[in-house]
């Protein structure tokens, strides 16, 4: 398969371990291994004794059962263990897709979410989401853009970057055209657990939809990147047995240690949860009083849900060229709309981390500064 860079990816080999302000994180503030096990009486002990040996393909028995108390009527085989999201959208995709076949996928998006369709052949309607409309999908555009060979329709729940999540009656009109259809709908939902408001959660696509399957995992609500595990769930069988079989060309199974780790991040979720969302909530509450102050420079929506939100620059600047002048005078990183394919004006700002403030007031003594100077960069207007 030839398949284009991921801009995105490319973009954090570049600053994300050299920056020393990253202002754009989608994983909320992680947690050491001493930590992490302290939260389980005696797995210290237990953890020293983990055999190091294959694991099973579809994940151990006990992490399935585990991972089934994050849904409603999902059981142990209905849930295929994957290392990071990334496997299983490029595995869904290259079982459940056939070169040819039709996909729309919410857009801007996480690029493998259109570009694995892509390479395998696709074509890809992007159902876009626009910042004048508050990031809402438009139901019309989807009944228009619904055809013969429409095979799946791709979605991220909570939203990566805008942080948009639909009501859930919204998502039952979408269900009911796909189920209509005869469409299925992969839901990546790696930032679910991250709402605001526990009333705005979702239900999962699996547990709503017979060909719905949905992606969650370590990585984002858990804060636990570096483990890479995630999974795929879904009632339909055909799809989950072809997902395993092709894991046999790409990672076989999961690491061992990292299932034992997930097991007691998920029996501790609860707590995991409450720590990640005091830190956004506090956060998003010093970015909101930001955003008012540069109220001329900046649009900002603040989302419902997750770690990242995507403001756009009312200068008229390029957002990428800013970006690179803020990493270069300030080692602060913010992600520019380029490396969505979306334009030139909007970027993306993490606020999951807890040195969160201090990467903001470095943003702010460079706006500052270039507002002294009456410029942000030459050609562009300047901030009032
Ligand atoms: C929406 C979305 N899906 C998938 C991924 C990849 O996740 P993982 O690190 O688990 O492979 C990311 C990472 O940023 C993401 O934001």
């Given at each position: 398969?030839?398949?284009?860079?991921?801009?995105?990816?490319?973009?954090?080999?570049?600053?994300?371990f050299?920056?020393?302000?990253?202002?754009c994180?989608?994983d909320?503030e992680?947690?050491?291994?001493?930590?992490?096990?302290?939260?389980?009486?005696?797995?210290?002990?237990a953890?020293?004794?983990?055999?190091?040996g294959?694991?099973?393909?579809?994940?151990?028995l006990?992490l399935?059962?585990?991972?089934t108390?994050t849904?409603?009527?999902?059981?142990?085989?209905n849930?295929?263990v994957?290392?990071?999201?990334?496997?299983?959208?490029?595995?869904?995709m290259?079982?459940?897709l056939e070169?040819?076949?039709?996909?729309?996928?919410?857009?801007?998006?996480?690029q493998?979410?259109?570009?694995?369709?892509?390479?395998?052949?696709?074509?890809?309607?992007?159902?876009?989401?626009?910042?004048k409309?508050n990031?809402?999908?438009?139901?019309?555009?989807?009944?228009?853009?619904?055809?013969?060979?429409?095979?799946?329709?791709?979605?991220n729940?909570?939203?990566?970057?805008?942080?948009?999540?639909?009501?859930?009656?919204?998502?039952e009109e979408?269900?009911?055209?796909?189920r209509?259809?005869?469409?299925i709908i992969?839901?990546d939902?790696?930032?679910?657990?991250?709402?605001?408001?526990?009333?705005?959660?979702?239900?999962?696509?699996c547990?709503?939809?017979?060909?719905?399957?949905?992606?969650?995992?370590?990585?984002?609500?858990?804060?636990?990147p570096?483990?890479?595990?995630?999974?795929?769930?879904?009632?339909?069988?055909?799809?989950l047995?072809?997902?395993?079989?092709f894991?046999?060309?790409?990672t076989?199974?999961?690491?061992?240690?990292?299932?034992?780790?997930s097991?007691?991040?998920?029996?501790?979720?609860?707590?995991?949860?409450?720590?990640?969302?005091?830190?956004?909530?506090?956060?998003?509450?010093?970015?909101?009083?930001f955003?008012?102050?540069?109220?001329?420079?900046?649009?900002f929506?603040a989302?419902?849900a997750?770690?990242?939100?995507?403001?756009?620059?009312?200068?008229?600047?390029?957002?990428e060229?800013?970006?690179i002048?803020?990493i270069?005078?300030?080692?602060v990183?913010?992600?520019?709309?380029?490396?969505?394919d979306?334009?030139?004006?909007?970027?993306?700002v993490?606020?999951?981390?807890k040195?969160?403030?201090?990467?903001?007031?470095?943003?702010e003594?460079y706006l500052?500064?270039?507002?002294?100077?009456?410029?942000?960069?030459?050609?562009s207007?300047?901030?009032?």
């Amino acid at each position: 398969m030839k398949i284009a860079d991921f801009e995105l990816e490319r973009f954090f080999a570049k600053y994300e371990f050299t920056a020393p302000y990253l202002l754009c994180s989608s994983d909320p503030e992680s947690f050491s291994l001493e930590e992490l096990l302290s939260f389980e009486p005696g797995s210290i002990d237990a953890f020293k004794k983990q055999w190091l040996g294959y694991t099973e393909t579809q994940g151990s028995l006990k992490l399935r059962n585990e991972i089934t108390k994050t849904y409603k009527n999902i059981m142990p085989e209905n849930i295929l263990v994957h290392s990071g999201a990334e496997e299983g959208i490029f595995i869904f995709m290259n079982v459940a897709l056939e070169k040819g076949d039709h996909v729309i996928v919410q857009f801007p998006a996480y690029q493998s979410l259109y570009e694995v369709a892509s390479a395998i052949g696709c074509e890809v309607t992007k159902w876009t989401l626009k910042e004048k409309d508050n990031w809402e999908l438009d139901i019309d555009f989807l009944k228009k853009n619904i055809r013969k060979d429409t095979k799946a329709i791709i979605l991220n729940l909570p939203h990566n970057p805008t942080g948009y999540l639909p009501s859930k009656n919204k998502l039952e009109e979408i269900i009911k055209i796909a189920r209509e259809n005869n469409i299925i709908i992969f839901s990546d939902e790696v930032y679910r657990f991250l709402e605001y408001n526990e009333s705005d959660r979702l239900p999962a696509i699996c547990d709503l939809y017979e060909n719905g399957v949905s992606v969650g995992g370590m990585s984002k609500a858990f804060a636990l990147p570096g483990l890479r595990i995630c999974w795929s769930a879904t009632k339909n069988k055909e799809i989950l047995n072809k997902m395993a079989a092709f894991k046999d060309y790409t990672t076989i199974c999961s690491s061992a240690p990292s299932e034992f780790l997930s097991i007691i991040a998920l029996k501790h979720k609860e707590k995991i949860f409450k720590r990640n969302l005091e830190i956004i909530k506090t956060n998003l509450k010093t970015l909101d009083d930001f955003f008012k102050r540069y109220k001329d420079t900046f649009n900002f929506q603040a989302p419902k849900a997750g770690t990242i939100a995507f403001p756009s620059i009312k200068l008229e600047t390029d957002i990428e060229k800013f970006c690179i002048d803020l990493i270069e005078k300030k080692g602060v990183f913010l992600l520019p709309s380029t490396k969505y394919d979306f334009g030139n004006k909007n970027f993306r700002v993490g606020f999951g981390r807890k040195n969160m403030p201090q990467c903001l007031k470095k943003f702010e003594e460079y706006l500052n500064e270039s507002h002294s100077k009456r410029v942000i960069l030459s050609g562009s207007k300047s901030i009032k």
